[in-house]
T-cell receptor, first 115, second 114 residues
Framework: AQSVTQLDSHVSVSEGTPVLLRCNYSSSYSPSLFWYVQHPNKGLQLLLKYTSAATLVKGINGFEAEFKKSETSFHLTKPSAHMSDAAEYFC?????????????FGTGTRLLVSP | DGGITQSPKYLFRKEGQNVTLSCEQNLNHDAMYWYRQDPGQGLRLIYYSQIVNDFQKGDIAEGYSVSREKKESFPLTVTSAQKNPTAFYLC?????????????FGQGTRLTVV
């Protein structure tokens, strides 16, 4: 079975500084990987997805992530944090063991942005 | 606008009662999912359905039931057998494509046992 580990439960940054949210995955084959964002009491919105094409994936709102097979990582970055980026972020891997794509979620990282 | 609608947004249940959470989508997606979210645990899959009139148990199906009589609708019933139902419930849908498929989420229903 596939799994993801989000290494930090909380990350605090100041507005205008870089953001790094870390994610490591476990997969027995080439995975599909996603980052979703959730604002309080809301549903999840897709930020970006890795589909085995380019290893550097650009998403919405200035976020990007780099797929590194040798490190089994898919870290999410943004050059400059904005107050509106404060939310919970989920790294997700697809599990195809059953012949059906089932999304497996990490435990989430809460991003706090201070003025 | 295409999307997924969950209702109600907030739901209160008394001990021993069954309650049903609604999920409707107009994205023409074959696959639909129910997830439960608890603080610090991410999202856990309750049930999923690949096509009308078919559904499968996820990782934490005990105490829950679903139906899929229409492509657009995938209601979740939280039964009295679910011992700890207080949580945030999210419905999602996607195409049936095996790889690289993103899921679209509703806004969630927060269920509280009183």
């Amino acid at each position: 079975a596939q799994s993801v580990t989000q290494l930090d439960s909380h990350v605090s940054v100041s507005e205008g500084t870089p953001v790094l949210l870390r994610c490591n995955y476990s997969s027995s084959y080439s995975p599909s990987l996603f980052w979703y964002v959730q604002h309080p009491n809301k549903g999840l919105q897709l930020l970006l997805k890795y589909t085995s094409a380019a290893t550097l994936v650009k998403g919405i709102n200035g976020f990007e992530a780099e797929f590194k097979k040798s490190e089994t990582s898919f870290h999410l970055t943004k050059p400059s944090a904005h107050m509106s980026d404060a939310a919970e972020y989920f790294c997700v891997v697809s599990d195809r063991d059953t012949g059906f794509q089932k999304l497996v979620f990490g435990t989430g990282t809460r991003l706090l942005v201070s003025p | 606008d295409g999307g997924i609608t969950q209702s109600p947004k907030y739901l209160f249940r008394k001990e021993g009662q069954n309650v049903t959470l609604s999920c409707e989508q107009n994205l023409n997606h074959d696959a639909m999912y129910w997830y439960r979210q608890d603080p610090g645990q991410g999202l856990r899959l309750i049930y999923y359905s690949q096509i009308v009139n078919d559904f499968q148990k996820g990782d934490i199906a005990e105490g829950y039931s679903v139906s899929r009589e229409k492509k657009e609708s995938f209601p979740l019933t939280v039964t009295s057998a679910q011992k700890n139902p207080t949580a945030f419930y999210l419905c999602a849908s996607s195409t049936r494509q095996v790889t690289n498929t993103e899921a679209f989420f509703g806004q969630g229903t927060r269920l509280t046992v009183v």
